[in-house]
């Protein structure tokens, strides 16, 4: 092996270790995490009895699909109609903004609003506008190049024969587009369902979601390996998203 | 069937550059016309704004004595075809050609009707090829897909913008063919753009010859040939003996145009020269013979029996009736 093989693969090696002991906190029968204690299944019976968690990861999933089902479809328009124009970069540029700006710019907009207009936002509308805006310009950039890939004759073919612009948006740019749709839908949806910042800065007491709540029991020292269960379980959903991922790209090369 | 096409005046400009300066052209209806000329000539342009797809500067474009500058490509009766052919990768032969029918909300069977009809137009199978993928097609059949769309509307003028310039030979001279019976048996308007003149020949009427976003010459092929306007026109469309005029007598004055099979060896033509061959290639039905003098090379087509081979000194020449002058 070439040292830069090898130095690749520890890369890789060391990118997993930290996730695979967590998994096996999770399954150590002692609340100290330096010390084993053999091999147990009792913190995720705790998991299965904290109806809190369960709450938790249901705002998560919700949020995180609606965010990835919009992201995806608003970014394809803005995919579209920006694809030749020069202006495109205003859009896209946002992916790189420093997230706590955002999410602080986010709150500051969602104060105003509250204190101008009378309407509280907080919560679960906030969550989800927080996650879109944030998400909406990394949709576009992971659609942009698959957009430019559609052929602009296909476009002016079925411009010939008759469809609208919205129907061939529809007939022939979105069904060419899908396998950079599902990509784009997973990757926003991982994001979404994972992401503190933006939550924290837009969300109420009473809408928690499982980032918010790992972060409030880690962060303060006093989880016992519960949230190690909870985080584990939390897997479940991104090696899925990528087995759909991989299954896609591979069916449509 | 088919709708005249007649372009005044028009310009197309790309931001500050004039793609098209000022063309005016008639098609008659059902006429087969060629925007023939080099990459970048305006000929692609040209074909787009009759089509609708790139808007004019400024001037009007008529189909069947209609004004329709400013109408939407579907609305002007034309199909187009495209040199990347654009089929629609999701849908399969079937959906590909009734992709237009479709949309005009014809019944099913009203639908299935006339793709069937338009296939078998392009000698596609229906049985065998309406349930394929695009992508299992060969190229040939692809282009046949996208012939069969572009037909199956029954448009009053077909548009071609280089469909069969990454094909091989063969396959592209048989659907050359095919198209010029289609185009003589359904009677619409064609014009057809194409950088290769052997294409232009094989299937227009007449050829319009364009260079920097202009029209050199229009007319049917062997008035271009014979009576090119400028050396250009004598040098793109087709091969030629190009020489100052001032070789030919004394005080004349731009260029005298010979082609090469007018090109005889002897002491017999009108004007005599004498050179020696330095090139001899057997092209099937005649020798392809260059022969030095004078500073020039002379391209000659002779007879395959001609005894002349490489180093030979030879007198040659060609007869006043063939030769073209031009001015430049």
């Known amino acids: 092996m070439t040292p830069l093989r090898i130095y690749t693969w520890v890369l890789i090696v060391a990118l997993y270790v930290p996730i695979g002991l967590m998994v096996a906190l999770s399954f150590n029968n002692s609340k100290l995490p330096y010390v084993w204690g053999g091999f147990t299944l009792r913190w995720y019976e705790a998991l299965f009895g904290w109806g809190q968690a369960w709450q938790a990861l249901l705002n998560s999933a919700v949020i995180a699909l609606a965010v990835s089902f919009t992201a995806t479809l608003l970014g394809i328009f803005m995919a579209y109609v920006l694809r030749q124009d020069k202006y495109i970069a205003v859009s896209q540029v946002a992916v790189v903004m420093p ?106 007491p009473g809408f928690v979601t499982a980032p918010i709540l790992l972060w409030n029991y880690a962060a303060r020292g006093r989880g016992d390996p519960t949230i190690y269960a909870l985080a584990t379980f939390m897997l479940i959903p991104s090696l899925v998203a990528a087995a759909i991922y991989f299954r896609a790209v591979k069916r449509y090369g | 069937m088919g709708l005249s096409v007649e372009l005044k005046d028009v310009a197309v400009k790309y931001g500050d550059f004039l793609a098209l300066k000022n063309i005016n052209l008639h098609v008659e209806a059902g006429e087969g016309l060629v925007l023939l000329g080099p990459s970048g000539s305006g000929k692609s342009t040209l074909l787009r704004a009759v089509a609708g797809l790139t808007p004019v500067a400024s001037g009007r474009v008529y189909i069947g004595g209609n004004d329709v500058t400013y109408l939407p490509p579907d609305r002007r009766k034309i199909s187009m075809l495209f040199q990347d052919l654009a089929l629609f990768p999701h849908l399969n032969v079937f959906e590909n050609v009734a992709f237009g ?139 030629a003996n190009i020489i100052p005029a001032s070789l030919l007598g004394a005080g004349r004055g731009g260029y005298a145009v010979v082609r090469p099979e007018d090109v005889v060896i002897g002491n017999n033509p009108t004007y005599k020269f004498r050179g020696q061959v330095i090139d001899v290639t057997f092209l099937w039905h005649y020798l392809k013979v260059e022969i030095q003098s004078n500073g020039h090379i002379f391209k000659a087509y002779l007879d395959l029996e001609t005894p002349i081979s490489v180093g030979d000194a030879v007198d040659f020449g060609f007869d006043a009736k063939d030769v073209y002058l031009v001015e430049e």
Do not use: C
């Open chain 2, 101 to 239: 029918l479709r949309l005009r909300h014809l019944p099913d069977e009203e639908v299935r009707k006339r793709v069937v009809w338009a296939l078998e137009l392009v000698r596609l199978d229906p049985a065998q090829f309406m349930s394929r993928r695009v992508h299992q097609l060969s190229g040939g059949q692809q282009q046949r897909v996208a012939l069969a769309r572009a037909l199956v509307v029954e448009p009053e003028v077909l548009l071609l913008d280089e469909p069969f310039s990454h094909i091989d030979l063969d396959i592209k001279n048989r659907l050359l063919g095919e198209l010029k019976i289609l185009h003589n048996k359904l009677g619409f308007t064609l014009i057809y753009v194409t950088h290769d003149r052997f294409e232009a020949v094989e299937i227009g009427d007449k050829v319009a010859l364009m260079k920097a976003g202009e029209i050199v010459q229009v007319g049917k092929p062997v008035e271009l040939y014979k009576r090119p306007k400028n050396r250009f026109v004598a040098e793109f469309f087709g091969e």
């Open chain 1, 99 to 204: 997230e706590v700006s955002e999410a602080l710019a986010f709150a500051a907009v969602l104060w105003l609003v509250k204190t101008y207009a009378g309407i509280d936002l907080f919560g679960p509308v906030g969550v989800f506008l927080a996650h879109l805006a944030y998400t909406l310009p990394m949709a576009h950039v992971l659609l942009a190049p698959y957009v430019a890939y559609v052929s602009r004759s296909a476009v002016e073919a079925a411009r010939i024969l008759g469809a609208s612009e919205l129907r061939t948006m529809f007939s022939v740019v979105m069904p060419i587009l899908m396998p950079a749709f599902v990509a784009t839908f997973l990757i926003v949806f991982a994001n979404s369902f994972d992401t503190y910042i933006k939550t924290a800065f837009t969300t109420s």
